[in-house]
């Protein structure tokens, strides 16, 4: 709270009031909206990288992921083991698996997506694309699995920025 003395009209001062301005109300609101916000644009950067594999379905899901390059070269194969989307909702784990520095040179993608054994999204258990990639700094592959907005139980699209994303 900002501490302010009154001057009466006779130029003399007054007794001393506490009294909070509206510029002090913005920056303080300002502030709280700032921090935050800043929490989720970090988690959001956190999360999406060149490749980013989200766990959609209420399970946790284990597999793998495969990505060969325009030159048939491995750009990518790793294991991934994610989180149910309730988990990660309730703040205990991350439905998602990030990688960067995936994408070498413009062009076709192969990507291959296979879940372990005893892992199913409503019957599927792998899936492949063909993407492509026309900007090395700043395209994103997102993986999604079990999506209720996609038709596919594995899906793949291509974006730019988290916005490209979003449902």
């Not at 994610?82 to 413009?106: C, F, K, L, M, P």
């Amino acid at each position: 709270m900002q501490q302010r003395i009154d001057a009466g009209s006779n130029g003399e001062l007054g007794i001393e009031t506490s009294r909070v301005t509206r510029r002090s109300t913005l920056i303080g609101v300002g502030a709280m909206a700032v921090t935050g916000l800043a929490g989720c644009s970090a988690r959001a950067n956190e999360r999406l990288e060149d490749v980013t594999v989200f766990n959609e379905t209420d399970e946790p899901i284990d597999g793998t992921i495969e990505i060969v390059g325009p030159d048939d070269e491995v750009a990518l194969s790793d294991a991934f083991d994610v989180a149910s989307h309730d988990e990660e909702v309730n703040g205990d784990s991350n439905a998602s698996a990030a990688y960067e520095r995936v994408w070498g040179t413009i062009g076709d993608y192969d990507v291959f997506v296979q879940l372990a054994d005893g892992f199913d999204i409503a019957g599927k258990t792998r899936a492949d694309e063909t993407v492509t990639i026309e900007d090395t700094d700043s395209a994103l592959l997102a993986v999604v699995l079990g999506s209720d907005d996609r038709e596919d139980e594995i899906g793949f699209a291509v974006g730019e920025r988290w916005s490209d994303f979003e449902r």
